[in-house]
């Protein structure tokens, strides 16, 4: 669904239209403007490309596309990423660790230069007349992870981290019934609890109005942003809960 997280006339944070459908993974599809300039958030695949890059034209116009900022290297986030930087004069922003790999999705060699690798420390940048802090996320779930938040709106891009399936609700209300469609992404795609608890303490120091995924509900207000935070901060995941896994199997695959 699209619409407004945030609009204050010269500054607009737009939830575009979900296109993915059959067996695509649901993804939602984040916008930035400020003064007419735009950065678009891990906008997906092929099948998805044509309509975004219809509807970010009819926003503020493909000319007007400063960035396009790449979390991670998944195929959801970054395989139609060839076609975003030869229609637009956009800067593709992602964690340097992938520059090589990303490629692979066929970049073509006319535009390779403008694929930008960020260091693991992450940075600011300058959107219109605003400013966007590129921040740590590794590890949640990809190595090499970064996140978007914007202290205009107050919103923090999550990537992955706080993906949901399953809901039919566009914001979370009942923090403790969401659990259930966040759970099992998080204790199997995360690592470990340490990592969690050092993410959580460096974002305690922002002011976050909003955190939205990239897959499922959005959470909206400090009270559900907080509950959200404690959860994470006190979860058992991958390795922490996953050791009895390590070892040679005996069952045969039926396929």
């Not at 914001?171 to 990592?195: C, L, S």
């Not at 976050?208 to 907080?226: L, R, S």
Request: charge should be negative; glycine fraction near 10%.
């Amino acid at each position: 669904m699209e619409g407004n997280l945030f609009d204050n006339g010269t500054h607009k944070n737009i939830l575009l239209e979900d296109f993915g459908h059959g067996e695509m993974v649901q993804a939602n599809v984040h916008l930035i403007v400020d003064n007419e300039r735009g950065m678009i958030l891990d906008p997906g695949g092929h099948k998805v490309y044509k309509h975004l890059i219809a509807e970010v034209g009819k926003i503020i116009g493909v000319g007007n596309l400063d960035y396009i900022f790449l979390s991670h290297q998944d195929p959801d986030i970054v395989a139609a990423i060839n076609g975003w930087l030869m229609t637009t004069k956009a800067i593709a922003l992602t964690p340097k660790l992938w520059l090589r790999f990303i490629p692979h999705f066929g970049v073509d060699k006319f535009v390779i230069d403008r694929l930008k690798g960020v260091n693991d420390e992450g940075g600011i940048i300058k959107l219109g007349e605003s400013e966007l802090y590129i921040i740590p996320a590794h590890f949640m779930h990809s190595p090499g992870n970064l996140q978007v938040y914007d202290p205009v709106s107050k919103i923090l891009y999550s990537g992955d981290l706080g993906a949901s399936l399953g809901q039919d609700y566009q914001f979370v209300e009942d923090f403790d019934n969401h659990i259930q469609y966040m759970e099992g992404f998080h204790k199997r795609y995360i690592p470990t609890n340490k990592v969690l608890k050092t993410w959580v303490k460096m974002v305690r120091d922002l002011d976050i109005e909003t955190i939205a995924p990239q897959h499922g509900a959005i959470f909206k207000g400090k009270e559900v942003v907080n509950k959200f935070l404690d959860w994470l901060e006190n979860l058992e995941c991958g390795i922490d809960i996953m050791e009895d896994v390590y070892k040679i199997p005996t069952n045969k695959l039926e396929l």
